[in-house]
């Protein structure tokens, strides 16, 4: 397995995971909007995208955000996308990509990682055997919808 950091280059394999990852949130599939997305991200460099390659074949990728804190004084990333190939699960991917935003934050000097999930998403076994903690804060959200 290879954990590369995605370009423009790596567009059409980057979209088919994302669009993957839409749809395990049960979105409908939009390969068009997602592609529109993503270079949108690379061209505003707005977001650090991570890719897991097995071969010659992308099976999982993260898109970190940056965010700063007030509080601390320190940037930070939010991990807001993490997706594997359901054929590729169980094999230590989404672990290794985790380690790769981590080693950033360490380079970067940031605060740290924050992960925003699904509240029934079976990966929180994975965030808490990587030393991620429960943040017990209250949020709350507003749309415009």
């Known amino acids: 397995m290879t954990i590369i950091k995605a370009h423009i280059d790596h567009l059409e394999d980057l979209v088919l995971l994302f669009d993957g990852y839409r749809q395990f949130y049960k979105q409908p599939t939009n390969k068009d909007g997602a ?28 898109q970190l955000y940056p965010l700063l804190s007030s509080v601390s004084m320190q940037p930070m990333y939010l991990l807001n996308d993490l997706f594997i190939d359901s054929n590729y699960r ?34 929180q076994h994975l965030y808490q055997r990587l030393d991620f903690v429960k943040d017990p804060d209250m949020h709350f959200f507003w749309t415009t919808t």
């Open 35 to 62: 592609r529109q997305f993503l270079i949108e991200r690379f061209k505003n460099k707005d977001a650090v995208i991570y890719m897991a390659y097995i071969e010659d074949k992308a099976v999982g990728f993260t």
């Open 90 to 123: 169980e094999q230590g991917i989404g672990e290794a990509l985790i380690i790769k935003a981590k080693q950033l934050c360490i380079k970067e000097n940031n605060k740290g990682l924050a992960i925003q999930t699904a509240f029934d998403n079976p990966a």
